[in-house]
Structures are given as C-alpha cells and as structure tokens.
C-alpha cells in the first residue's frame, strides 16, 4: 500500500492506497473505510484547469477525491471490484463476438451482392484526403442524395435494392444523355457575329446588376440549331415577354463569347431579341 492525502470536508489528510482488478484506486480512510479513489481529478478534489468554475472543484466526486460505494474492508472493495472486473470481461467478449457477427453479415452480404456492390461503388462520396481530382470526378457524376447514401451502406434491405437498381439505371441514363450532350454541342457562330437560334429555354432567372435588373436565359438549340446551347443576360422586353421555361422561341444576337459548362460548348449572346415559334 502507498501513503497519500485525500480530502476529507475541507482539510486533506493521510491516508493508505492500493490497486485493486481493473485498474481501480482505493484508499482506506481515517476512519476505516475504504472508497474508490475519483477517476477524474485523481483523489485531489479539484481540476486546476477548471479553477474558474467553482474554484476547480471536481464535479464527478465533490471536491472530497473518493466516489463510489464505501466498503468496510479492503478485501470487501477488491472481492467488488473483481466482480466488476469479471463483468466487463464478459460485456467485452459479448460486445466482441456481436461485432463479428455484424462484420461477417456484412461480408456474406456484399459478397452474394458483388455486382450491385461494384455498381454502386463510384457513387460513394471519397474518403476524406482523397486528392482534388478524385472529389471533382465525383462531383460530376452528379448523383442522387439517396444514390449516394445508399451506395455509403454497407448492407441493404431488399426495398433499398430494388430502389438503388431503379437508380442506378436512371443514373447511367442521364450520364449517357449528359455524354451525348457534350460530343454534339457546337457554337452557334464566331465571335461578333449576328446569329439566331431556336429552341426550348432551359432556364430562366432574374439577375440584379448595376442598372438594374436583367434575365438570365439559357437555351437549347433544336431542329437546324441543334447542339447550339445559347446563355445570354438581357433586359430587353422580347425576353421577359417571351423566354419562360419550356417555351419554344427564337433568339437572335451577335455572339459575345464562347464559353464551356460542364463540357457542354455554350454560345454567349449579347444584343438579343426573341419571338415566340407558333406551333404549325
């Protein structure tokens, strides 16, 4: 046993300690009996790095350095604490053996599911410290939110399968669609000249600069302007009269800029005017 100081109300006085199964400090007080020394502030009754709240004292145990149930006997309080120590043996072989178990259902199931598996794969968000070109890959696949999280878990239900299958090839059909897009987009004429392009209008959204407001249109090209994909900021009133979503105009500018989004050639207009196509 080893001779140390513990609190007892305000003063601190000698007292015996010794090691018990588990790591476990006991100290045999003055009067007799013996309590498990605080784990948190070490039988000292104060935390100097707390000393601004209620001047350091040691919420765990009080401020008195012991916690716990008071024992009459060191051979009582080392009989309790092998008990516990047996316990926490039999909680960690218990919490192990299910751990495997989890880790071999995983296994098991990835393993009959090794094409969906494979599948998924790419989806899943990189691993924090994967280089910039790793993120940027992923970021362009633009998938789904419920894609993503169902290709970071481990298993699925049978629900969560048919509905990842369902979106995977949703999403291969939309990375074709977007590969097409890209192969046949061109620019719908050389910078500074005149051009007009119809199409449907893809986008719309009202941008405020410094002479006020102007609309933001993005246009894909169809029939002879297919593959044109046109963006133009304007204020003129053929645009906000005619340039809603889904509508079928014709827009006619002197080309300003050639530009490239997401792979997809982007023909940049200025000076625009549009009219609206009547369905034949």
């Known amino acids: 046993m080893e001779t140390t100081e513990t609190t007892v109300g305000t003063t601190r006085v000698p007292a015996q300690t010794f090691e018990a199964p588990g790591h476990r400090t006991y100290v045999i007080l003055p009067h007799g009996t013996v309590r498990r020394v605080c784990q948190r502030c070490s039988g000292v009754g104060r935390l100097r790095e707390f000393g601004h709240v209620f001047e350091g004292v040691c919420f765990a ?3 008195v350095g012991v916690q716990g149930k008071a024992f009459e006997s ?3 309080a080392v009989k309790a604490a092998e008990a516990l120590e047996r316990a926490a043996v039999t909680r960690r072989a218990r919490e192990t053996a299910k751990a495997q178990e989890r880790m071999l259902a995983v296994e098991t199931w990835r393993a009959e599911h090794a094409e969906l598996v494979t599948a998924l794969a790419p989806y899943a968000s990189p691993r ?15 998938a ?14 049978k629900p969560q399968v048919a509905l990842a299958t369902k979106l995977l090839v949703e999403q291969h059909a939309a990375e074709e ?31 405020e600069g410094e002479w006020g407001y102007s609309l933001l249109v993005t ?3 169809t029939g002879e302007s297919e593959g044109v994909f046109v963006k133009c900021f304007s204020a003129a009133a053929s645009i906000y009269e005619h340039a809603e979503k889904g509508a079928k105009i014709t827009i006619t ?9 997401e792979g997809v050639k982007q023909t940049v207009l200025t000076r625009v005017k549009a009219h609206k196509e009547v369905a034949a």
């Open 128 to 142: 924090s410290g994967a280089p910039t070109s790793a993120w940027e890959a992923w970021e362009a696949l633009k």
């Open 253 to 261: 500018g002197t080309v300003k800029a050639h530009e490239t989004y």
């Open 144 to 157: 789904s939110p419920v894609l993503i999280s169902l290709a970071e878990s481990s298993t699925l239900t």
């Open 177 to 207: 669609a977007r590969a097409v897009k890209v192969a046949s987009s061109r620019y719908g004429a050389e910078i500074g000249e005149k051009v007009s392009v119809t199409g449907i209008v893809t986008f719309t959204k009202p941008i």
């Open 61 to 63: 145990c009080g401020g």
């Open 219 to 221: 246009l894909a090209g």
């Open 74 to 76: 060191a051979e009582a």
